[in-house]
């Protein structure tokens, strides 16, 4: 198996900076997922490492070796694209024998690696179809087949499933996540879709113009974000946040509200309290550290609820894990877990240590 090694990366587009100074690790056998804004530079870090775009400065390392000046096909490397790049007048069989045959692979082992592929894709039924006759799930096999014929020693994904139906999606992601248990060939995934990195990366790297603001494990970035952007960004819905001061470990709210968060020590004039929608419980009056909120909005989905309250000038999104129904206008009583709360520092995003 190989490894990905980014090391100081830098990227423009004439005067226009791209990536600005990004070292990320892919490690062997390992699927790391590429996750941030539109515009943040993770398709491009992409094309960078396969190749398709030339670095302005840093290397790139596969498998030990510093590819910054080999073409493409020279660095191991197979990318499954968007729009699944499949030639329209070629059936699924010829698609996935194209790359071989360009190789000047024999007729023996072009029909044994697109057989293979077929078998571990499903697709085996549908080899003399062309892309027209296929779904969209369909044609994604065949842009991973045609990629998987070539042996490569990383697989890269650049939003693979952005065409996709959101049923099909999730069919895909479970589909993509066990052929790479299978195969074990280290892929590097790149989303807008935060939701789908969870579910598929053994590490994520959080990107926000041109720079990496956090990489690591998905539930350590759910629990432990750096800064208020990662906080935000990862986690659906995504987390609340109040404005306010922090002092001696209780937080006062911009209406006078205050709560208790002992595990601050630190004291920020201009503060963020960042509160997960799951880590908020409903109360059925005052009781210890809650604090009052209006109703704006309830919703169910039939297993879980989803509550809009307004709390000191700000919406709160809370979700309730069972059917609950309350009225538009209705007060109620917010309560957190000490332990669930997270600091911001307004001036810099930063967050504030608290310690568990």
Known sequence: MTGVVVQNLS????????LHNVSVEAREGEFMALVGPSGCGKSTLLRCIAGLEAISGGTISIGGRIVNNLDPKERGAAMVFQNYALYPHMTVRQNMAFSLKLRGGSADEIAIGVSDAARILGLTDYLDR????????????????????????VFLFDEPLSNLDAALRVQMRAEIRALHKRLGITSIYVTH????????????VVMRNGVVEQAGPPLELYDRPRNEFVATFIGSPAMNLLEGQLAQGVFALADGQRINVPNAKSVVARAKLGLRPEHIAIADNAAANSIRATV?????????????????????????????????????????????????????????????
């Not at 296929?134 to 490569?152: E, F, N």
Request: proline share 4%.
């Open 296 to 356: 704006e909005t309830c919703e169910s989905t039939g297993a879980t609820s989803y509550l809009a309250c307004k709390l000191a000038g700000a919406q709160v999104i809370v979700t309730v894990p069972h059917r609950i129904m309350l009225e538009t206008g209705q007060q109620t009583h917010l309560t957190i877990a000490p332990e669930n709360m997270h600091v911001f520092d307004a001036a810099t995003g930063s967050s504030v240590e608290v310690v568990l």
């Open 130 to 153: 062309y892309p027209r006759q296929l779904s969209g799930g369909q044609r994604q096999r065949v842009a991973m087949g045609r990629a998987i014929v070539r042996k490569p020693s």
């Open 193 to 204: 879709d935060q939701v789908e990195a969870m579910t598929m990366a053994d590490r994520i």
């Open 11 to 18: 990227k423009s587009f004439g005067s226009v900076g791209v």
